[in-house]
């Protein structure tokens, strides 16, 4: 059967026309100016300051994303470009090439982005394509559809143009082994410094996108899908208010939208930070909540270029390039026992 090129129509893509010219100043930065935060698109002209933050410790990923707005590109080529540096990093074990498998050991990629109008692509349990954030990119930008899972997804990259190769290095074959001697399904707090990488930045324009892109849970049951390619869950974006994304075990991010919920924080006037603290405190308050086995992170970023990050175990940490400053930053935590 002949392949069909998708070619969006308007009435699609009209979903962004309400955000108009939202240019934001981010020379100031009180909480004051914050808990203002509205509904309504801002209309001054001053240029904003580029920002980029990124979960876990990624100065080559945010270095790149910022050299792209400095290049005046916008915040969705910036954070394409960004999750790319990772996806290609064979040594970082829980993105695109080089990820920890599932327990089968297929290596599996989840990814979405979303830009400033609110169009959102994302690819779940994609197999032998590395930059599974780009793939996510097309799906947005040349279907009408949000989301294409496992072997559509692979064809549809194909038809793009993407090329396919074996995802899964010696190293992480070696460590699926070892792991299959006793096949023990127990999530891992991750303390090693990586994981699901999802990035946020705000242009020349004030304008913010979002994306997000991983491997999952090691070892994972074949077919699983995390929270990173949910809108809403693994990221969101509103450009008037700001934006989330989300790393750790995504089940328990699921659960509470907790993207989604960020965001939403922020507009009823929380800063980053506060949005991010509540919203790992809806996880860990449940009754019955065993936030002690696993963890959750969030980054967020505000209009205001505000940021903030939290998580409920030690160790999450978040890069940040602003001013020309490319640094990671540890974040708060709420399990201080
Ligand atoms: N946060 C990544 C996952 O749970 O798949």
Not at 4 to 29: H, Q, W, Y
Not at 273 to 290: F, G, T
Request: hydrophobic content about 35%; glycine content about 10%.
């Amino acid at each position: 059967m002949k392949r069909r090129d998708f070619i969006k129509n308007a009435s699609l893509t009209g979903m962004g026309l309400a955000v108009g010219n939202a240019l934001t100043n981010c020379e100031e930065n009180t909480s004051d100016q914050n808990k203002e935060l509205t509904n309504t698109p801002k209309n001054n002209s001053k240029r904003a300051s580029p920002i980029v933050v990124a979960t876990w410790h990624v100065i080559s990923a945010t270095a790149k994303a910022m050299e792209v707005l400095n290049q005046d590109g916008n915040a969705l080529d910036a954070v394409e470009q960004g999750c790319r540096i990772e996806e290609a990093n064979e040594k970082g074990q829980t993105v695109g090439k080089g990820g920890l498998p599932d327990r089968d050991g297929n290596v599996t990629l989840d990814a979405c982005v979303m830009d400033k109008h609110g169009n959102c692509g994302a690819v779940v349990y994609l197999q032998n394509i590395k930059h599974a954030v780009s793939v996510a990119r097309k799906v947005m930008e040349d279907t009408p559809h949000v989301m294409l899972a496992g072997e559509g997804a692979k064809q549809f990259a194909l038809s793009k143009g993407f090329t396919t190769e074996n995802l899964l290095t010696e190293a992480s074959k070696e460590a699926w082994e070892k792991w299959k001697i006793e096949a023990q399904y127990k999530p891992i707090i991750n303390i090693e410094n990586h994981d699901t990488i999802g990035m946020l930045a705000m242009d020349k324009n004030g304008d913010i996108s979002g994306a997000c892109t991983t491997s999952g849970l090691a070892y994972k049951l074949g077919g699983r899908v995390g929270d990173s390619p949910i809108i809403g869950s693994g990221l969101f974006i509103d450009n008037e208010i700001g934006g989330c994304v989300a790393t750790g075990l995504g089940e328990e991010v699921v659960k509470t939208v907790g993207s989604f919920l960020v965001v939403e924080l922020m507009r009823q006037g929380k800063s980053p930070q506060e949005a991010c603290e509540e919203a790992i405190k809806r996880i860990v308050n449940k009754p019955n909540s065993n936030y002690k086995n696993f963890q959750v992170g969030y980054i967020a970023i505000n209009k205001q270029g505000e940021t903030g990050s939290y998580a409920i175990h030690q160790w999450f940490s978040m890069t940040k390039f602003q001013n020309g400053v490319n640094e990671q930053i540890q974040s708060g935590y709420f399990n201080k026992t």
